[in-house]
């Protein structure tokens, strides 16, 4: 088989889904739209694919470099593309998670999270600067260490990122339990762009939520506690430009104040958040101050 | 005509339509806050929040509340059809031209907040003394 470029053949159906989704929030009430945070969602994708496709030669070049170390040759085959998505959505599970968990990943990744709005359009708000957040090139290197061909990665990879479009939505509720138990589903990723303390840092499923259930990062959307999108601290720009960057510059400020080699390295790889006098708060903080909260608030009843 | 250039139109295009009807269906955003409001965005954003004192800005965007619980002092503002809210701590820079109470952030993406406030200069001395 030949492998194609399954994101580029999707745009025009991304194009028709948005546009699907607009109107049957507009006529149910299910979700919502702003105009400025959608055009500010959709210009982050556009601008993602220019600037990806003139850095992807770093990716290309890291993964050429390791190649030759490959354990082994695997060709192209139906069995060979079905395991290697397997692991690839492993893969992709740890990188997302790793994106979560330290600094320099997530000084990338946050422009994902940074619309309060949760629609077909937020899967489109992707990062610009990919090619900073170095540390996530190592999550490539085992799939090519295994021996996949490159173009099977990327091609594997591009159906993950199209499976995750649809899930961007508040328009669909729940899937039946067996659904729900495998797959990952608006309602799980709901949860994952939720800022509520229950639902901080859980579910960073691509495509199989089984990992999350594995690995022990599983948070189930409840009816009692409606998800609230964006960030800790959510952007005040709808700036294509400030909010590709925001998460750069407040790196980049922090690690020109550290004052000793420690701190210059917590404010890298530490959890987004991290100070040295622990002023700011961190989603561990902050869910130990509502467990808190709520155990204080269960005794008074 | 190359795949590239027509991929690169059909996003242009793509976006321009779902920009427009976007538009045609929402609309532009401008909500007011009220006390309540800025109080309920807060109590979302910082667990246990409670509402001491809250000044609400004359165009009903911007407000200022302070935490009973611990005495700490928030911006809330209106983005959108959102709401967003800052802490405000020592080096919150202030200037103030009779109700008009400016506030200059260390913020890449919100650098200042204009309040228009009938007590203006009590909030002022108050944000003094957080930045003492």
Known sequence: MKPFDPVTLAVPAFIVLVIAEMLFVRFTGRGRFEVRDTTT???MGFGSTIIGAIFAFVFVGFARLIQPYALAHIGWSWEAVVI???????????????SHRV???????????????????????????????????????PLVLIGFPLEMIAFVHGINLVYQFWIHTESIDRFPRWVEAVMNTPSHHRVHHATNARYLDANYA???????????????????????YGIVGNIASFNPLKVATHGWVALAKDLVSAKSPKEFALYLLGP???????????SDTIKARWAEFRAAQSLAE | MNGQVLQLLISVGGIAAMVAICWALFGRASIKLSDADAAAALARDVPGFRAARTALSRDARTALVENARDGAVYLALVRGDGVVTRKLSRGVGLARNGDRLELRLKDFTLRKAELDLADAA???TKLQGLAA
């Not at chain 1, 320099?104 to 999270?113: E, F, G, I, K, R």
């Open chain 1, 41 to 43: 969602s959709l210009l």
């Open chain 1, 84 to 98: 290697c998505f397997i692991l690839d959505d492993m893969r992709y599970y740890w990188w997302h998670r790793a």
């Open chain 1, 103 to 141: 600094r320099w990943l997530w000084a990338d990744h946050v422009n994902h999270h940074s619309s309060q709005h949760y629609n077909l359009s937020t899967a489109l708000r992707q990062p610009w600067f990919g090619v900073l957040a170095l540390p996530g090139l190592l999550f490539l290197a």
């Open chain 1, 206 to 228: 691509g495509v199989f939520i089984v990992w999350d259930r594995m690995f022990g990062s599983f948070v189930e959307e409840s009816k009692d506690d409606a998800p609230r």
């Open chain 1, 272 to 282: 987004p958040g991290w100070s040295p006098d622990g002023s700011r708060d961190t």
């Open chain 2, 122 to 124: 009590d909030w002022e």
